[in-house]
């Protein structure tokens, strides 16, 4: 079955990076665009960027454009999210998110646990 | 402020019906599919709809999902406990090149 493991909680000060892990499987790891979605403490669901692995294509959000990173290792079935210059405001639960069926901006129907980026100093 | 707003809150008791109603534009509601997700405090998102008004399986027909023009709307029958939770719509913003989500609505159950 479909299966998307993250890494665990980080800790960052502020200005620095971090990165972020998705292990996948369970499906065809080149078919199916890869998300990253954010949720800030009490706050909504914001789309930070989403990568169709293998093949390549990047898109992020507009917000977000030149901090961050959305990369993949095919040998592994693995997405990474990296965010850079960190600032309190990015203190989030980061869930990474598949589509559901294979027609894309269908729905995102399998996501990860989450991962909890604190930045503090 | 979200790109799509959602109602903050809405309540009926066990048993009832409530409607989420979700409002967008031509850049995304418009023209592209509408989803819909359920979350509970402290877990990941969970598709209730895809598609504008397919149920993924495992999701009761309690829940249904429509959209008519540049808005959507989530309907919950038979409202019960268990239901009590925030819910999102989403779609892809085809301006914006991003997938946008509105700001939530939570359900209580009386």
């Known amino acids: 079955q479909v299966q998307m493991v993250q890494s665990g909680a980080e800790v960052r000060k502020p200005g620095s990076s971090v990165k972020v892990s998705c292990k996948t499987s369970?499906?065809?790891?080149?078919?199916?665009?890869i998300n990253w979605v954010r949720q800030a403490p009490g706050q909504g669901l914001e789309w930070v960027g989403g990568?169709?692995?293998?093949?390549?294509?990047?898109q992020y959000a507009q917000k977000f454009l030149g901090r961050v990173t959305i990369t993949t290792d095919e040998s592994t079935g693995t997405v990474y999210l990296e965010l850079s210059s960190l600032r309190s405001e990015d203190t989030a639960v980061y869930f990474c998110?598949?589509?559901?069926?294979?027609?894309?901006?269908?729905?995102?129907?399998?996501w990860g646990q989450g991962a909890l980026v604190t930045v503090s100093s | 402020q979200s790109v799509l707003p959602q109602p903050p809150s809405v309540s009926a008791a066990p048993g009832q019906k409530v409607t989420i109603s979700c409002s967008g534009s031509?850049?995304?509601?418009?023209?592209?599919?509408v989803s819909w997700y359920q979350q509970f405090p402290g877990t990941a998102p969970k598709l209730l709809i895809y598609e504008n008004n397919k149920r993924p399986s495992g999701i009761p027909d309690r829940f249904s999902g429509s959209k008519s023009g540049t808005s959507a709307t989530l309907g919950i029958t038979g409202l019960q406990t268990g239901d009590e939770a925030n819910y999102y719509c989403?779609?892809?913003?085809?301006?914006?090149?991003?997938?946008?989500f509105g700001g939530g609505t939570k359900v209580t159950v009386l």
């Open positions: 998110a598949r589509e559901y069926v294979l027609r894309d901006l269908s729905g995102l129907g399998y």
């Open positions: 031509r850049s995304n509601i418009g023209n592209n599919f």
């Open positions: 369970g499906f065809s790891f080149s078919s199916y665009t």
């Open positions: 990568i169709i692995p293998v093949f390549g294509p990047t």
């Open positions: 989403g779609t892809w913003d085809s301006r914006l090149s991003a997938w946008v």
